[in-house]
């Protein structure tokens, strides 16, 4: 089949097609002629199976046979997801002039204010940065969307949005296109039928194999002891780079600090990368992504921020540092990698207190690890030099001023939950007090360690 075939407009084919997309995915095929129908849809397909261009390519079709701003509003749940999604719509869109804004947290709110109040055709937004838009200024307004698109739905539904999605709810008309789309879905499908109105065309990719992972992904474990982890971590890398000297790795670690701290031993041990976290500031976390991307940086740590939706087609390997709680994460993590019908691999680090959680993973993916050997010995050579770059890194981070973001986002929270400031100083105090008090914990056990 090709993208013709779809009833979408000779513009657009043309335009994917001096973008080197001639084909539509399996979920371009089926949602596309349903949306251009008018339909409400529900689309679930794994990671890289093209699901941003099976909502976009409609609603620019739809937008240039009546274009107004603003047109189509698409949310996300992470802000490097929403300049992705953006990015994909101006690559379609610019022979018509498209104009679109991106709205997420960590810009300039005034800057932000302005681009909505020109009325773009487009705003892809996550939804704490639009709902405060909504609740702090009247000079745009929503009550003329054509089109909802909820892309990553499982997470945005999953309750950690439910009081931004309600202020934004209701701020959007009540006749409008409902599009929601992810990798996971399942879990949300209950939900997602209470906001959908009209007729709702559901499509979820069927594999026979019940393999919740692409086939081209090369899936491993490591096991090692937990307080010699980082060392199996470099192993892990150099054995991989034995073989591959150039291909790009991501590897994904639970927490902002956790990931701050790895990014700063890696780098002083000869691994240069680049960190990509919450605590980062998003000018630095574009930069940081865009060094990735273009391949001058071959090593990108993060947290699971990163781990949805982000298409960067030269990523071969995932290690998995801390393995996550969840078996969706997993999913979403591992599918960085083994994109568009290529290979790649992923390696998780598991320790004797993860074995229930590596399970519980096999059965949800329906395949089951394998082994990745690494040379035992060497962890031995290389565990004091890593414990000393990681020490070092942990007395520089207590030195700037990293925690100071944290502490600024919950007085935030706090003062929004109706906390009198006495209180909140005494709470935030308190916190501090807990901080210092455990750092100089593990400083004492470090010191037993050493004698």
């Given at each position: 089949?090709t993208?013709?075939?779809?009833?979408?407009?000779?513009?657009?084919?043309?335009?994917c097609?001096?973008?080197?997309?001639?084909?539509?995915?399996?979920?371009?095929?089926?949602?596309i002629?349903?949306?251009?129908?008018?339909?409400?849809?529900?689309?679930?397909?794994?990671?890289g199976?093209?699901?941003?261009?099976?909502f976009?390519?409609?609603?620019?079709q739809?937008?240039?046979?009546?274009?107004?701003?603003?047109?189509?509003?698409?949310?996300?749940?992470?802000?490097?997801?929403?300049?992705?999604?953006a990015?994909?719509?101006?690559?379609?869109?610019?022979?018509?002039?498209?104009?679109?804004?991106?709205?997420?947290?960590?810009?300039?709110?005034?800057?932000?204010?302005?681009?909505?109040?020109?009325?773009?055709?487009?705003?892809?937004?996550?939804?704490g940065?639009?709902?405060?838009?909504?609740?702090?200024?009247?000079?745009?307004?929503?009550k003329?969307?054509?089109?909802?698109?909820?892309?990553?739905?499982d997470?945005?539904?999953?309750g950690?949005?439910?009081?931004?999605?309600?202020?934004?709810f209701?701020?959007?008309?009540?006749?409008?296109?409902?599009?929601?789309?992810?990798?996971?879905?399942?879990d949300?499908?209950?939900?997602?039928?209470?906001?959908?109105?009209?007729?709702?065309?559901?499509?979820?990719?069927?594999?026979?194999?019940?393999?919740?992972?692409?086939?081209?992904?090369?899936?491993?474990?490591?096991?090692?002891?937990?307080?010699?982890?980082?060392?199996?971590l470099?192993?892990?890398?150099r054995?991989?780079?034995?073989?591959?000297?150039?291909?790009?790795?991501?590897?994904?670690?639970?927490?902002?600090?956790?990931?701050?701290?790895?990014?700063?031993?890696?780098n002083?041990?000869?691994?240069?990368?680049?960190?990509?976290h919450?605590?980062?500031?998003q000018r630095?976390?574009?930069?940081a992504?865009s060094?990735f991307?273009?391949n001058?940086?071959?090593?990108?740590?993060?947290?699971?921020?990163a781990?949805?939706?982000l298409?960067?087609?030269?990523?071969?390997?995932?290690?998995?540092?801390?393995?996550?709680?969840?078996?969706?994460?997993?999913?979403?993590?591992?599918?960085?990698?083994?994109?568009?019908?290529?290979?790649?691999?992923?390696?998780s680090?598991?320790?004797?207190y993860?074995?229930?959680?590596?399970?519980?993973?096999?059965?949800a993916?329906?395949?089951?690890?394998?082994?990745?050997?690494?040379?035992?010995k060497?962890?031995?050579?290389?565990?004091?030099?890593?414990?000393?770059?990681?020490?070092e890194?942990?007395?520089k981070?207590?030195?700037?001023?990293?925690?100071?973001?944290?502490?600024?986002?919950?007085?935030?929270?706090?003062?929004?939950?109706?906390k009198?400031?006495?209180?909140?100083?005494?709470?935030?105090?308190?916190?501090?007090?807990?901080?210092?008090?455990?750092?100089?914990?593990?400083?004492?056990?470090?010191?037993?360690?050493?004698?």
């Open positions: 089949m993208l013709s075939e779809l009833n979408l407009s000779s513009w657009i084919v043309t335009q097609n001096s973008m080197g997309l001639k084909k539509p995915t399996e979920i371009q095929q089926n949602c002629p349903q949306i251009l129908a008018g339909n409400d849809c529900i689309g679930c397909a794994k990671t199976s093209g699901k941003t261009l099976a976009a390519l409609p609603i620019l739809k937008l240039s046979e009546d274009p107004y701003g603003i047109f189509a509003l698409i949310l996300t749940p992470t802000r490097e997801l929403a300049f992705q999604i990015d994909q719509f101006s690559a379609v869109g610019k022979s018509i002039g498209l104009k679109k804004c991106v709205i997420v947290g960590g810009m300039d709110m005034v800057v932000q204010g302005l681009e909505l109040s020109k009325h773009p055709h487009i705003v892809v937004a996550t939804p940065r639009l709902a405060d838009h909504l609740e702090s200024c009247n000079t745009f307004s929503l003329k969307i054509k089109f909802l698109v909820l892309d990553e739905a997470r945005l539904l999953g950690h949005f439910d009081d931004q999605l309600k202020t934004i209701t701020a959007l008309p009540k006749q409008k296109q409902i599009l929601l789309f992810s990798a996971t879905m399942t949300a499908l209950d939900k997602v039928k209470h906001i959908t109105s009209g007729k709702v065309f559901m499509w979820e990719s069927k594999d026979e194999s019940g393999i919740a992972t692409v086939k081209e992904l090369d899936q491993r474990y490591v096991l090692c002891p937990n307080d010699v982890r980082d060392s199996f470099v192993e892990v890398i054995t991989f780079r034995a073989t591959n000297k150039e291909g790009s790795i991501m590897i994904f670690t639970n927490t902002c600090k956790n990931c701050q701290l790895l990014s700063m031993t890696l002083d041990i000869g691994f240069k990368n680049v960190a990509l919450a605590m980062i500031k630095s976390r574009l930069e992504l060094q991307k273009s001058h940086v071959k090593i990108l740590i993060a947290t699971d921020v781990a949805r939706g298409d960067i087609p030269m990523v071969e390997l995932v290690v998995n540092h801390i393995i996550p709680n969840v078996q969706k994460e997993y999913i979403h993590r591992v599918g960085r990698t083994a994109r568009a019908g290529k290979g790649g691999m992923a390696i680090l598991i320790t004797p993860d074995i229930k959680l590596l399970h519980a993973i096999e059965d993916i329906g395949t089951k690890l394998t082994e990745y050997k690494v040379n035992d060497e962890i031995v050579t290389i565990f004091t030099q890593i414990s000393v770059a990681k020490r890194a942990e007395m981070l207590d030195e700037t001023d990293f925690y100071e973001k944290k502490i600024i986002n919950k007085r935030k929270k706090l003062i929004l939950e109706g009198d400031p006495d209180e909140i100083d005494e709470i935030l105090e308190k916190k501090k007090s807990k901080t210092k008090k455990k750092k100089r914990q593990n400083a004492e056990s470090a010191r037993d360690t050493d004698v």
